[in-house]
């Protein structure tokens, strides 16, 4: 059985360890985050993602999944060692590789047989991957040789186990062919197609990517401000868009915009590489540009509907960047908060797991209040703001909302609830577009 090493336990690191054993491989998971490993230890996990939990619990039982803090440990044995580790946006908008470098030194020091390092972290073509192989070869101890593969992550967080098993491509940048193909074998069994290319490419085919979907989104929040003007429907827009197989309707959804670990920080990091190379992206630009303009918008549109914000209510339903997880990073719900509380705004917010997360990077505010049910955050508000398209909101008994609510107001930036409804309920809807 083919051991597996794996380099930090997040979202994407501690998925594919999971899926990897539940394949039939012997995978040991390490972090330098010691709480995390002695949660894992005792099969908690330590974030929310649907079918992940029972996944490792069976994996740590069957004895092909085991966590541990020392690093020694987990390469003892390792043929490979696949790196999974934050690449956040740094000060500049790159890419802050710091996490991956001491990841590989790491590795480099601690490895007691040749083996392939997997780079499944997000980073930036244009000499990052070169800078890395250059420090393995530099610190391993002769013979000790090391390949470097670039494997780029494409799963979303909220169906991150389906999307291991049901990939629409794996993508494999190596320099060294054998080294490719063994990490390409590893999917074999998930059947679909894997791309086999060289690093720089595997690289930019992630950011491009990303940047892409991030694009369609902006540009479909663009044209929601035109429908607007001309008295057109957004959505009817999209749908007959995406009717076109050009095109195809994913990610067409007008509203709050995109957020989460990786879409603002990949677009941020491919428009610095752009600018680093003499090439700057006045298309990435534009998509960041429309993308925080809808957030300001979202709290406009308040603003006008409430005639002001100073002393008024406003229950805002969701935190986390989108249903189906518990991550708050770049969330857009989190921004517009912070807006309505400057201008003199009462939040009261609930979430249905995101909230302790939230209030981890939310600073404290005398009028942000976390409440234990939308019911609860409901009352006495002016306007109900909808920021995340969680299902369990569109099942809401929403005339209990609106008795509980002071005003009748509704803002849905996902597009969640029909205004047809709500309004014969008494509500009066808003939008971000027509
Ligand atoms: N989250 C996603 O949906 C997603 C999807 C595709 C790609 N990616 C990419 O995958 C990478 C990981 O993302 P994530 O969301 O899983 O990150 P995360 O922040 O959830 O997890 C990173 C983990 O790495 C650990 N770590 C940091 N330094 C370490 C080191 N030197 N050795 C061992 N562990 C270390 C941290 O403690 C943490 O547990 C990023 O590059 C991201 O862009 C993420």
Redesign the pocket.
């Known amino acids: 059985m083919k051991k597996i090493a794996l380099?930090?336990?997040?979202?994407?690191?501690l998925t594919t360890a999971a899926c990897l054993a539940e394949m039939g491989y012997s995978v040991v998971g390490?972090?330098?985050?010691e709480a995390?490993i002695d949660q894992l230890r005792q099969g908690q996990i330590p974030f929310s993602e649907p079918e992940l939990a029972p996944l490792v619990e069976r994996n740590i039982s069957a004895g092909r999944l085991a966590f541990t803090a020392d690093c020694g440990d987990a390469l003892n044995d390792a043929e490979m060692v696949f790196i999974?580790?934050?690449?956040p946006t740094s000060p500049s908008g790159a890419a802050d590789l710091s996490?991956v470098e001491?990841?590989v030194r790491?590795i480099a020091r601690s490895a007691t047989r040749s083996l392939i390092v997997v780079l499944?972290?997000?980073i930036p073509p244009g000499g990052s991957a070169e800078h890395f192989a250059e420090i393995l070869t530099g610190e391993l101890l002769p013979p000790l040789v090391a390949h470097i593969v670039v494997n780029p992550?494409?799963?979303?967080?909220g169906s991150a186990v389906h999307d291991f098993f049901f990939p629409d491509r794996v993508v494999v940048g190596a320099w060294d062919r054998p080294a490719g193909e063994q990490v390409a074998a590893l999917y074999s069994p998930l059947h679909c197609p894997v791309l086999l290319t060289d690093p720089a490419t595997a690289q930019l085919t992630k950011y491009a990517s990303n940047a892409f979907l991030a694009a369609k989104i902006s540009f479909i929040n663009e044209v929601g401000r035109i429908a607007e003007k001309v008295g057109a429907n957004v959505y009817a827009v999209a749908q007959g868009m995406g009717l076109d197989e050009r095109i195809g309707g994913d990610f067409l959804e007008a509203g709050l915009g995109y957020g989460g670990?990786?879409f603002p920080k990949d677009v941020k990091a491919l428009a610095a590489i752009a600018e680093r190379h003499g090439s700057p992206s006045a298309l990435l630009r534009a998509v960041m540009e429309v993308n925080a303009g809808q957030r300001r918008l979202a709290a406009e549109k308040l603003h006008d509907a409430l005639g002001g914000l100073g002393g008024k209510n406003v229950c805002v339903l969701g935190l986390a960047f989108k249903p189906d997880t518990d991550d708050v990073r770049e969330a857009p719900a989190l921004d517009v908060i912070s807006m309505l509380c400057d201008r003199g705004a009462t939040v009261r917010t609930y979430d249905p797991v995101a909230a302790s997360r939230a209030q981890e990077v939310l600073p404290p505010h005398s009028r942000l209040h976390y409440c234990e049910d939308a019911y609860e955050a409901a009352k006495g508000s002016d306007a109900v703001f909808i920021a995340t398209d969680w299902k369990q909101f569109r099942d809401l008994d929403w005339n209990r909302m609106g008795s509980l609510m002071k005003g009748k107001t509704i803002l849905d930036s996902r597009g969640l609830i029909s205004p047809l409804q709500m309004q014969e309920m008494g509500f009066r809807c808003l939008a971000l577009s027509s």
Do not use: H, M, P
């Open positions: 380099f930090g336990t997040g979202y994407v690191g390490y972090d330098v985050n995390k999974c580790v934050g690449t996490q001491a990841a790491l499944k972290s997000t992550e494409f799963l979303r967080e670990s990786c």
